[in-house]
Nanobody
Framework: QVQLVESGGDLVAVGGSLRLSCAAS????????MGWYRQAPGKQRELVAT???????NYADSVKGRFTISRDNAKNTVYLQMNSLKPEDTAVYIC?????????????????WGQGTQVTVSS
């Protein structure tokens, strides 16, 4: 009931920048929290950054000061501006949204995940 379309992943040199986007569409009452996670080969998925409806922010310590998460509520889109990229930022970046969905007679929150977009930082 929620489709996520991610874009912006690419190959970039150390110190470079990228901007990821994730647009949500479908049948929902509202998009609540939005965020980005990442998964590197052989590693567990980890939180990168999240943003709530009222724009409370949360960042992983490893990206603080370099990455900025933002959202456009009118477009149901979340962005991740990534600056000063390092080789250890190489991963598949996966969008996550929490949406209010009407199901079995009730409004409830459900989590949805995107397919992921590859970010590769070359040294």
């Amino acid at each position: 009931q929620v489709q996520l379309v991610e874009s912006g992943g690419d190959l970039v040199a150390v110190g470079g920048s990228l901007r990821l986007s994730c647009a949500a569409s479908g049948s929902f009452r509202s998009i609540n929290a939005m965020g980005w996670y990442r998964q590197a080969p052989g590693k567990q998925r980890e939180l990168v950054a999240t943003i709530t409806t009222d724009r409370r922010l949360n960042y992983a310590d490893s990206v603080k000061g370099r990455f900025t998460i933002s959202r456009d509520n009118a477009k149901n889109t979340v962005y991740l501006q990534m600056n000063s990229l390092k080789p250890e930022d190489t991963a598949v970046y996966i969008c996550n949204v929490r949406a209010s969905i009407y199901r079995t007679g009730l409004w409830r929150e459900y989590d949805y995940w995107g397919q992921g977009t590859q970010v590769t930082v070359s040294s």
